[in-house]
């Protein structure tokens, strides 16, 4: 049964940094892209980042471009999301994606991890 | 970036009635491989999402089949021919053709 666990979330002041992790179980997480997507409270989903099996390739949304690192431990099968100089507009449900590959698409998501930037 | 549009934003429905959710995309979905990347997931109140359709009209496994997708270029539908309970929650569109990927605001599906 595929599994991710998403942790590291809190309360973070403006200008703050936290890393979020992603433990995936339940299948080969080497052989797959994975994707950080986030939901502000009672907003929509917005992609932020994804990053290919082998950590070479990595994309991310203009917002977070500069300030997130999104990096991975395929032998800890984790998935990470470093977060640097945050914002209030950064405070969101965060959530990690496994890439259905070929078919663009997200096929299995965490159950979440809140981070609230705030002073 | 590609804007998904989806109507209504509020669907009351009554339980057992059909509802279909509507999904429009600023530019074709269709990509050069020859495919639609159009997905569907629903978002039960205080869960995840979890995806329903891939592809346009591609069922998850485990997902009921009164769920379907329909459509093509800019304009795609998420069906329920009868609507249940456990069906209350809001479903998000998104497309995967054009990078970045991008979604829809939400359709609200409650029970009236």
């Known amino acids: 049964e595929v599994q991710l666990v998403e942790s590291g979330g809190g309360l973070v002041q403006p200008g703050g940094s936290l890393r979020l992790s992603c433990a995936a179980s339940?299948?080969?997480?080497?052989?797959?892209?994975m994707h950080w997507v986030r939901q502000a409270p009672g907003k929509g989903l917005v992609w932020v980042s994804r990053?290919?099996?082998?950590?070479?390739?990595?994309h991310y949304a203009d917002s977070v471009k500069g300030r997130f690192t999104i990096s991975r431990d395929n032998a800890k099968n984790t998935l990470y999301l470093q977060m640097n100089s945050l914002r209030g507009e950064d405070t969101a449900m965060y959530y990690c994606?496994?890439?259905?590959?070929?078919?663009?698409?997200?096929?299995?998501w965490g159950q979440g991890i809140l981070v609230t930037v705030s002073s | 970036d590609v804007l998904v549009t989806q109507s209504p934003l509020s669907l009351p429905v009554t339980l057992g009635q059909p509802a279909s959710i509507s999904c429009r995309s600023s530019?074709?979905?269709?990509?050069?491989?020859?495919?639609?990347?159009l997905n569907w997931f629903q978002q039960r109140p205080g869960q995840s999402p979890r995806r329903l359709i891939y592809?346009?009209?591609d069922r998850d496994s485990g997902v009921p089949d009164r769920f379907s997708g329909s459509g093509s270029g800019t304009d795609f539908t998420l069906k329920i021919s009868r609507v249940e309970a456990e069906d209350v929650g809001v479903y998000y569109c998104?497309?995967?053709?054009?990078?970045?990927?991008?979604f829809g605001q939400g359709t609200k599906v409650e029970i009236k």
């Open positions: 994606g496994r890439d259905h590959g070929g078919y663009n698409s997200i096929d299995y």
């Open positions: 339940g299948f080969t997480f080497s052989g797959y892209w």
């Open positions: 990053i290919s099996g082998d950590a070479r390739k990595t």
């Open positions: 530019q074709s979905l269709a990509h050069s491989d020859g495919n639609t990347y």
């Open positions: 592809k346009v009209s």
């Open positions: 998104m497309q995967g053709t054009h990078w970045p990927w991008t």
